[in-house]
């Protein structure tokens, strides 16, 4: 299993949900969080946003739908321009039902 973290535009939030929803990926945790990328935030004008708003998606999935689920991220939250947002992938050896104990997806 994976653990997909996505760090997308917040504007993108709800297309990027739809589309995972659409091929199959229901399950997800989204956050609202601040951060900053390589570009150290943005200027406009005399003001500078050292930290920037965007949405985290977590998602668990099978190793096997991981190009899948990249997939569907890269292609929904890409605008092209700098500050699109980054994607996490990290190993997850367990995964457990609270409610039952039961452990897999």
Same mark, same amino acid.
């Given at each position: 299993?994976? %653990? ?12 990027? +949900? ?11 945790? /989204? %956050?609202? +969080?601040?951060?900053? *990328? /390589?570009?150290?935030?943005? !200027?406009?004008?005399? &003001?500078?946003? @050292?930290?920037?708003?965007? &949405? %985290?998606?977590?998602? &668990? $999935?099978?190793?096997? @739908? +991981?190009?899948?689920?990249?997939? $569907? ?10 500050? @699109?947002? /980054?994607?996490? +992938?990290? @190993? $997850?050896?367990?995964?457990?039902? $609270? !409610?039952? *104990?039961?452990? *897999?997806?």
């Amino acid at each position: 299993m994976k %653990m997909i973290r996505a760090i997308i535009r917040p504007n993108k939030e709800e297309k990027v +949900v739809e589309h995972l929803e659409k091929e199959g990926f229901i399950s997800l945790t /989204k %956050m609202n +969080v601040f951060g900053r *990328g /390589k570009q150290k935030g943005i !200027r406009v004008g005399t &003001v500078c946003y @050292d930290e920037l708003p965007k &949405v %985290m998606l977590m998602l &668990v $999935v099978e190793d096997a @739908d +991981v190009p899948k689920a990249l997939n $569907v991220i890269q292609n929904s939250a890409r605008t092209g321009n700098i500050g @699109d947002g /980054k994607i996490f +992938v990290t @190993d $997850v050896s367990e995964a457990y039902t $609270v !409610r039952t *104990g039961e452990s *897999g997806l």
